[in-house]
């Protein structure tokens, strides 16, 4: 477990999770829902995340191990539910 923090307080995190406090803590406070997010919008999320990890890491911001998990995946090619190419 690792202890992340924000200006509400301490949250514990499983070591083995990618996301930080602000999704674990949204996970604890939002019902999960039967809707679905357009796959377009998740491609787009993900190119914007992955341009966030490279320009962050560039600058030395954001340290080699944090940024080679955006990196391990292809983003450009993901195929997810319901598209239809």
Request: no cysteine; proline share 4%; hydrophobic share 30%.
């Given at each position: 477990?690792?202890?992340?923090?924000?200006?509400?307080?301490?949250?514990?995190?499983?070591?083995?999770?990618?996301?930080?406090?602000?999704?674990?803590?949204?996970?604890?406070?939002?019902?999960?829902?039967s809707e679905y997010v357009n796959s377009n919008l998740i491609k787009a999320y993900l190119q914007?995340?992955?341009?966030?990890?490279?320009?962050?890491?560039?600058?030395?911001?954001?340290?080699?191990?944090?940024?080679?998990?955006?990196?391990?995946?292809?983003?450009?090619?993901?195929?997810?539910?319901?598209?239809?190419?």
């Amino acid at each position: 477990m690792r202890i992340e923090k924000d200006t509400i307080g301490e949250v514990a995190i499983p070591d083995e999770k990618l996301y930080g406090i602000n999704t674990k803590r949204a996970e604890e406070n939002f019902p999960s829902s039967s809707e679905y997010v357009n796959s377009n919008l998740i491609k787009a999320y993900l190119q914007v995340k992955f341009a966030d990890t490279n320009t962050n890491y560039g600058i030395n911001i954001l340290p080699k191990e944090r940024a080679s998990y955006g990196r391990k995946t292809n983003l450009f090619n993901i195929k997810l539910d319901g598209d239809s190419k």
